[in-house]
């Protein structure tokens, strides 16, 4: 019987490395369709989506994926609204997404020119 390779790199997503940061007790997880009965204000499946694709702040709700299927630990709902809910009460402001940075860089470099550029004189004195 010959033994067949596996290519590493075909079979795991490079892009997005593997970070389990608890253990998983697979009998409290919870599917994402399921998920906004867990909270007591209502929210929409998509904003879970949202939440662990996007995230909100900077941090994302930490999920996994079995048999093409996604599930959340109530743990990691609750640590996701715990550090949201620190963001708040520190008054720190979130880490800035890239589209907003780029933003901000833009403003700010048109205000230097601005400053930079000598106002124009009427020259045309009648």
């Not at 909270?39 to 998509?46: A, D, E, I, K, N």
């Not at 999920?63 to 743990?75: A, E, F, L, N």
């Amino acid at each position: 019987m010959a033994s067949r390779s596996i290519d590493i790199k075909r079979s795991i997503d490079i892009k997005r490395p593997i970070d389990i940061k608890r253990p998983i007790d697979i009998k409290r997880l919870v599917s994402i369709g399921q998920a906004p009965k867990l909270l007591v204000v209502p929210v929409h499946v998509s904003t879970f989506h949202r939440w662990r694709t996007r995230g909100v702040c900077g941090i994302r709700l930490e999920t996994i994926r079995i048999g093409g299927r996604r599930y959340v630990d109530p743990d990691a709902l609750e640590d996701f609204a715990r550090r949201l809910t620190s963001i708040v009460d520190d008054g720190t402001s979130p880490p800035m997404t890239p589209s907003v940075r780029r933003r901000a860089v833009d403003a700010a470099e048109r205000e230097v020119d601005a400053r930079m550029t000598p106002a124009k004189v009427n020259s045309s004195r009648g």
